[in-house]
């Protein structure tokens, strides 16, 4: 089973500006996150960012933020708490008609709203906020593949039980690199060198 760029969306959970010096390898997991969201970008991934109580911990990386759709300021540690499924499965389009249309009966179905099944997931920190995010999405019955490399948490310990958990949970654990050469799928891709040049 791999990714797919036409089925997925990315979620980036709370890469904040006050939390980020405190993340066992922050550097590294921030320049992953970033990477994750300019490779989403060229392939069309819709990418969503999560903040978790920003008037304490403030916005999120401001280059990462940028490249994020929509933000969702929260103050649950689940975003899934705060309707970020709502942004993930967008509601059927409501159908149209008038006082002649045909009895409900003999209308067809509404189309339903294309979805992105496929949620690609990381943040910190790993064991809070990205681990109660990613099991409330599984358990909405999501598809959840985290990015371990653009996770964090302070310890190294916290953040290897978030992963055993998830994974236990259904959860498939990937990196960074393999998210984007599944999402390109081919040499061929026209974006294979940009996403090269981001990599390399």
């Not at 890469?15 to 990477?35: D, F, K, S, T």
């Not at 990418?47 to 929260?74: F, H, I, M, Y």
Request: net charge negative; hydrophobic share 45%.
């Amino acid at each position: 089973m791999l990714l797919d760029a036409t089925e997925s969306q990315l979620v980036l959970v709370d890469y904040q500006e006050r939390l980020m010096p405190a993340i066992h390898e922050g550097p590294a997991v921030l320049a992953n996150a970033r990477r994750l969201a300019e490779i989403a970008r060229m392939m069309d991934v819709p990418v969503w960012g999560t903040e978790q109580n920003p008037s304490r911990l403030g916005a999120n990386d401001a280059a990462l933020r940028a490249l994020c759709q929509k933000t969702l300021a929260k103050m649950h540690f689940s975003a899934a708490e705060e309707g970020l499924g709502e942004w993930l499965r967008p509601p059927a389009k409501p159908q149209g008609g008038n006082a002649r249309s045909l009895p409900k009966h003999l209308q067809k179905p509404a189309p339903l709203a294309a979805e992105r099944g496929t949620i690609v997931i990381a943040g910190c920190e790993a064991h809070v906020c990205l681990l109660q995010t990613a099991l409330d999405l599984i358990d909405d019955e999501f598809e959840v593949w985290v990015v371990t490399d653009a996770c964090g948490s302070r310890t190294e310990r916290n953040r290897d039980a978030a992963f055993d958990r998830l994974a236990g949970a259904g959860a498939e654990l990937v990196t960074t690199e393999m998210v984007a050469f599944e999402w390109l799928g081919s040499c061929e891709h026209p974006a294979f060198k940009d996403v090269l040049g981001l990599i390399k």
